[in-house]
């Protein structure tokens, strides 16, 4: 009998669908089968076992076989909550087996469901290379996605901007940080009118960074901006075209200086004023004169009060 189990345990070919491919839905496994006591029951979960990773690869290989590592982590992390509740809770017989082992399968499905329509190839323009698990070997590959469109060109964008400001230039899309490799983005600029010549363009930048900033604009600046997605081999991914228009700040005219016209002699405004100075000569002489006669009084009025003090004082002296 320990014969029969090893020989199903070892020279059984090894199935390694998707969930297998974690080492420790593996051991999770290995555990389950090595944790009956009796011999007999082992070998019996065993052949439960295999058939289960038989559904799982039947599985992911009608769902593309390949899956990426985020996918991957999801289905592993529910499934060893369920297979962790399950242990918890049963009492041993095989139909409970059978049921967490078809439970694996619906996890595996539901990600993949989601995963292969939706995450695979989120690429709506351009070519994604990616790296995946085939779900039959366990080992990474490189997953290509086509354009839908079967070109890498993306479109154009008008970008319009008002001379001295800036503009950004930014081609990122997120299915850029799934590809292989280091692609860098190259700008180019061709001015005037929008160009398609690979011949007019000049380049500006070559950066990790997706987005240019453009400070201090001129007119002069105005023309085709091109950003290409490539790899150093010059293999572009991702092509998008941005058309920039200056515009031109309106200019402003001198204020003229305002002067006043020169006074005319023998105008009315003249003799108005020769005929203030009259009055006005006889106000000062009339406030000179006071002003005199204010200081004779107050001269008189201390000589008075000094002769007066004089006398009193000799006046005190006789007594």
């Known amino acids: 009998m320990l014969v ?34 009796d011999v007999l029951k082992q070998i019996e ?22 899956i990426d590592l985020t996918t991957l982590y999801r289905a592993r992390t529910e499934y060893q909550s369920e297979f962790d509740r399950f242990l918890t809770m049963t009492t041993g017989s095989t139909t409970e087996a059978i049921q967490i082992m078809e439970k694996g399968r619906e996890i595996l499905e539901n990600h993949l469901d989601t995963f292969i329509p939706n995450g695979l190839c989120p690429n709506q323009c ?11 070997s366990c080992l990474n590959r490189a997953y290509t996605c086509p354009s839908p469109t079967g070109q890498q060109d993306c479109g154009e964008y008008p970008v319009h901007a008002e001379e001295g400001d800036q503009a950004v230039l930014n081609c990122f899309l997120p299915w850029h940080r799934f590809m292989l490799g280091k692609p860098e983005y190259h700008y180019s600029w061709a001015p005037g009118v ?12 070559v950066t990790e960074d997706s987005s240019v900033v453009l400070n201090q604009l001129h007119v002069e600046e105005s023309g085709t901006y091109q950003c290409l997605f490539q790899n150093r081999t010059g293999t572009v991914f991702y092509k998008v075209t941005f058309l920039l228009s200056v515009t031109a700040l309106p200019t402003q005219s001198p204020r003229p200086v305002l002067t006043l016209p020169p006074l005319q002699y ?28 204010l200081a004779v009084l107050h001269r008189e009025m201390w000589k008075r009060r000094k002769v007066k003090t004089m006398r009193d004082e000799n006046l005190q002296h006789n007594m």
């Open 4 to 37: 029969t189990l090893l020989f199903v345990v070892f020279v059984v070919p090894e199935v390694r669908p998707c969930l297998q491919c974690e080492r420790r839905v593996k051991v999770m496994f290995e555990d389950f089968v090595l944790s009956e006591p």
């Open 45 to 66: 979960l065993q052949k439960i076992v295999d058939h289960a990773l038989v559904t799982y690869r039947e599985t992911s290989e009608s769902r593309m076989g390949v």
């Open 126 to 136: 351009g070519r994604l290379i990616r790296r995946v698990m085939d779900c039959t």
């Open 194 to 205: 929008p160009s398609s010549k690979k011949s007019d363009f000049k380049v500006l930048v």
């Open 266 to 293: 023998g105008s009315t405004s003249l003799k108005w004023r020769e005929a203030l100075v009259p009055v006005v000569a006889v106000v000062m002489a009339c406030c000179l004169a006071t002003s005199l006669g």
